[in-house]
């Protein structure tokens, strides 16, 4: 069995659908009405793993990009590696008081109540070049949160990536058309 999944791997024939099918649905969770993508299937198998950021950071090579921005938690499971491929540096966006020296905050609205996300200060610098990365898109509202951070920066550009896109949600609307933004799986 090992054997033959490396072979898929070194062969470059895993897909897309091979990705999806691995991505495993929680009905009701966290809270019923919601299907959960648990991607932890998909990433604990090498050769999807592998897939995830050779593609991804293939799609961005040339591009220019200086930093790649992982939000907290489950965009830092890729956004180191995407970053070490792309030749940029790391920076993480994170929930409130994990961040040690002067930072940007900001408040967004959830399903129910509201969170805060955020920055250090000196995390980039103007006319950088910021790839955005987290697992999964649903309502956009924590990726809109994570672009007025970003605003404060006046990034020459910025570029949005998702593992997975929740469609039906819209949340390519809530983030707004003036942005590149690509998902690797959609629903
Ligand atoms: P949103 O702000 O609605 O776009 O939600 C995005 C964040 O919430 C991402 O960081 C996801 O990890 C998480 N999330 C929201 N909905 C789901 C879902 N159905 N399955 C897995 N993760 C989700």
Do not use: C, W
């Not at 070490?84 to 129910?112: Q, T």
């Not at 949340?171 to 690509?182: C, F, L, M, Q």
């Amino acid at each position: 069995m090992q054997a033959r999944k490396k072979d898929k791997m070194e062969e470059n024939i895993i897909t897309i659908e091979d990705v999806k099918a691995s991505i495993r649905n929680i009905p009701d969770y966290p809270k019923k009405g919601i299907q959960f993508k648990d991607l932890t299937t998909a990433i604990k198998q090498p050769e999807i793993f592998h897939f995830l950021i050779e593609e991804i950071s293939a799609m961005y090579m040339g591009r220019g990009i200086t930093k790649v921005v992982g939000i907290e938690s489950r965009g830092f499971i890729l956004g180191g590696a995407l970053a070490a491929r792309l030749g940029a540096g790391f920076v993480p966006i994170r929930k409130p008081n994990k961040l040690p020296a002067e930072r940007y905050s900001v408040n967004y609205m959830l399903e129910y109540g509201e969170d805060s996300i955020e920055i250090h200060k000196d995390a980039i610098e103007p006319g950088e070049i910021i790839l955005l990365h987290d697992d999964l898109l649903a309502t956009g509202g924590t990726s809109k949160a994570a672009l007025e951070l970003l605003s404060h920066f006046n990034p020459e550009d910025i570029y949005l990536n998702f593992i997975v896109e929740l469609n039906f949600l819209n949340g390519r609307k809530v983030v707004g058309d003036d942005y590149d933004i690509s998902s690797m799986v959609h629903f």
